[in-house]
């Protein structure tokens, strides 16, 4: 009997034993920020892109952090001192969580990738707004920063979380008396995974510019999040500078080339007439307007109503020249119209208007109407309506 028990407790002993050598079932996925979607990325030819070396922990993106005394430049460090901004608005830095539908930037030392890749390092989120015109981006213009030689750009890129993004992710800046930025680009689409990216800035040495990290996704997808791991500029503290040349941007027009350019922008009616919001209850989502685009080299006009839906985003094609940039709604009583105008500020109240500059084929982007002579009690001058523009 006694040989029995022992027989049946060597048995149970061998059945506990092999139950704990049973793999583990498969766990529940990890739980990602927010569908985020991501852009894409393009490449010139000083750019390099790399597979990442494998890491030794499974889900883990390991990045070595710069050695100590080579960043010359921190792009996550100098989020807030850049202006960010999409096609449509500008964007506030910090980000307020859950407000995106506009566009979105943010700084972080931790996110997850495509993959449910796990990355521990100093990171940039971002999207260009979800449900906008085709052809938005995200646009960082960072302040400026003199170019030594050896100078390299460095940073891993992909897709937020599991967002099904497609799109280029670009380093530009303005080359001397240019009306576009140049710069580099690298395509990047989901399922790539983490791809190291860099740039030889040499060509810039002793050159003072204003860099733009841009992301430009595909037209046909939206509500793209992306992420630049750890984007900085090397430098070798060794490094020793070359005569600075400023090159910021500029715009001249050449007289003799009248091909048309484009504006483009959103109108502001948040300090505008409350009965003009009325009928929509957001300030952005309000009665339609006139836009109108004086052209203050040749004094002709060019106008455009926004959407009868509210819509606030306009896109006008003009010549060349320089323009001021007006809208008007309907007015109340004896007043006929009220106007809002671009200042080059928002908020902004009383401002003189801002003269912008439109280069053959050129598009000047972000024309954001936001000081309305209402709330400001009329202090600014603003053209008066053209008799032939009707108001919506």
């Not at 790539?192 to 860099?211: C, H, I, K, M, R």
């Not at 080059?344 to 500059?357: A, D, E, R, V």
């Not at 000081?371 to 600014?380: E, P």
Request: with cysteine.
């Amino acid at each position: 009997m006694k040989k029995y028990i022992f027989l049946c407790s060597a048995a149970v002993l061998l059945m506990l034993l092999t139950a704990c050598n049973q793999p583990a079932a498969n766990p529940e996925p990890i739980e990602t920020l927010a569908d985020r979607e991501p852009t894409q990325t393009m490449l010139l030819p000083t750019e390099t892109t790399a597979e990442l070396p494998a890491s030794a922990t499974p889900n883990l993106l390991e990045i070595d952090p710069p050695l100590p005394g080579w960043v010359a430049f921190d792009f996550v460090a100098e989020i807030c001192n850049a202006t960010w901004s999409t096609n449509a608005t500008y964007l506030s830095c910090p980000a307020e969580p859950n407000e995106d539908e506009g566009g979105y930037i943010e700084a972080t030392d931790h996110t997850w990738l495509e993959g449910v890749i796990s990355v521990n390092a100093p990171v940039l989120i971002g999207q260009p707004g979800k449900g906008y015109p085709v052809g938005i981006g995200l646009f960082g213009k960072y302040p400026p920063f003199t170019v030594y030689p050896g100078d390299t750009f460095q940073s891993v890129i992909g897709c937020q979380g599991n967002s099904d993004c497609a799109g280029d992710f670009y380093l530009e800046y303005y080359p001397p008396g240019a009306t576009r930025t140049v710069g580099w680009k690298w395509s990047h689409r989901v399922g790539d995974g983490p791809q190291e990216v860099s740039a030889d800035l040499s060509e810039l040495a002793g050159q003072t510019v204003e860099f733009y990290l841009v992301l430009r996704p595909e037209d046909d997808l939206k509500d793209q999040w992306v992420v630049w791991v750890q984007p900085y500029i090397k430098r070798d503290p060794d490094a020793q500078p070359l005569p600075t040349q400023e090159i910021l941007p500029t715009s001249t027009i050449d007289p003799e080339d009248q091909t048309p350019g484009v504006i483009s922008g959103m109108v502001d009616m948040a300090s505008a007439p409350p009965y003009l919001k009325s009928s929509y209850g957001e300030s952005n989502t309000s009665s339609p307007v006139a836009v109108v685009f004086f052209n203050l080299s040749d004094g002709t006009y060019w106008w455009i109503h926004t959407s009868l839906t509210g819509h606030p985003y306009y896109q006008m094609t003009v010549s060349p020249g320089e323009y001021q940039v007006v809208a008007y709604a309907h007015g109340v009583g004896d007043v006929p119209y009220v106007e809002g105008g671009y200042t080059g500020k928002n908020p902004s109240c009383g401002k003189n208007l801002k003269t912008i500059t439109v280069p053959p084929n050129g598009r000047v982007e972000n024309i954001v109407i936001a000081d309305w002579n209402w709330t400001c009690g009329g202090t600014a001058y603003r053209q008066p309506k053209p008799e032939g523009v009707p108001l919506p």
